[in-house]
């Protein structure tokens, strides 16, 4: 896996976040996956990319183990990407990019996907961020501190934060 060194000299996760998947293709792509879409040609017809990008970007998601690249069938020649369960877990942050798009690109009433319980079919609720008790919590509400594997700057920084609030 790379270093996100050159987004985040504090060495958070957002920044090994954007060193995986921090330009639009790779995201895109993930989003195929979610919509069923396996083989590099309907990765390319459906998104219009270049072949040596969509190339690129296919490497780097199963390097980082985020997509799998298995054969059509036993002895196969030709290979279809599927998401693995790190994949899969991606799910509330493709969701969370579409609501906020939704909200601030498009408009709420103007939104150009919906997502649905398949079970209810309903539209899924929004994505939040609730405290361990169920309410949802607004930025104000959250405090960070440094974990156990926090770089020493981070610890110096969240402490300096967490002593002016």
């Not at 270093?3 to 993930?30: A, C, F, N, Q, R």
């Not at 693995?84 to 990019?97: I, W």
């Not at 919906?114 to 959250?142: H, N, W």
Request: overall charge positive; hydrophobic content about 40%.
């Amino acid at each position: 896996m790379l270093k996100p060194d050159k987004y985040d000299p504090l060495k958070l996760s957002v920044g090994h976040i954007l060193d995986i998947i921090g330009e639009g293709w790779s995201m895109l792509i993930v989003r195929e996956a979610f919509l069923g879409t396996r083989r590099f040609e309907e990765f390319q017809g459906r998104l219009g990319i270049a072949r040596n990008i969509l190339t690129a970007r296919l490497k780097r998601l199963c390097a980082n183990e985020i997509l799998d690249r298995v054969p059509v069938k036993e002895g196969a020649k030709r290979h279809e990407y599927i998401l693995t369960n790190k994949g899969k877990d991606m799910l509330p942050l493709l969701v969370a990019l579409s609501q906020w798009g939704d909200k601030w690109v498009f408009g709420e009433d103007n939104v150009p996907v919906i997502f649905l319980d398949r079970a209810q079919g309903e539209p899924i609720s929004k994505v939040q961020v609730f405290s361990t008790g169920g309410e949802v919590l607004r930025p104000r509400d959250i405090m960070v501190i440094a974990g156990p594997g926090a770089t020493r700057e981070a610890r110096e920084r969240l402490e300096e934060l967490n002593k002016n609030e």
